[in-house]
């Protein structure tokens, strides 16, 4: 069992950036790949960003990539999303989730999530 709670989340101007971070707390930590999420109003959630148990591979969704960073710190039991160039297109709830060895992008493939973090750019 993985208990998740994210922070960070908040109003900024386009261009500019936030932080976003996932506090898991539970056992295996490390053996779980980990992955970001989002959901606007009135949209299905979607894919933004995964990495690996062991931090080496990771996969972004297009819309984000070159922007946001995804990392982990297996020892501390976070991951991060570093958000830069934030547009007002990324506005949306923010999730973290916890997932097999398998996870990737695919939602389905995730067995927690935390509650969401609210990000509002505006133009």
């Known amino acids: 069992q993985v208990q998740l709670v994210e922070s960070g989340g908040g109003l900024v101007q386009a261009g500019g950036s936030l932080r976003l971070a996932c506090a898991a707390s539970?056992?295996?930590?490390?053996?779980?790949?980990m992955g970001w999420f989002r959901q606007a109003p009135g949209k299905e959630r979607e894919f933004v960003a995964a990495?690996?148990?062991?931090?080496?591979?990771?996969n972004y969704a297009d819309s984000v990539k070159g922007r946001f960073t995804i990392s982990r710190d297996n020892i501390r039991k976070t991951v991060d999303l570093q958000m830069n160039g934030l547009k007002p297109e990324d506005t949306a709830v923010y999730y973290c989730?916890?997932?097999?060895?398998?996870?990737?992008?695919?939602?389905?493939?995730?067995?927690?999530w935390g509650q969401g973090t609210q990000v509002t750019v505006s133009s």
């Open positions: 990495i690996k148990f062991s931090g080496d591979r990771t």
């Open positions: 989730a916890a997932g097999t060895s398998y996870s990737w992008r695919a939602s389905e493939d995730y067995y927690y």
């Open positions: 539970g056992r295996d930590f490390s053996n779980y790949a």
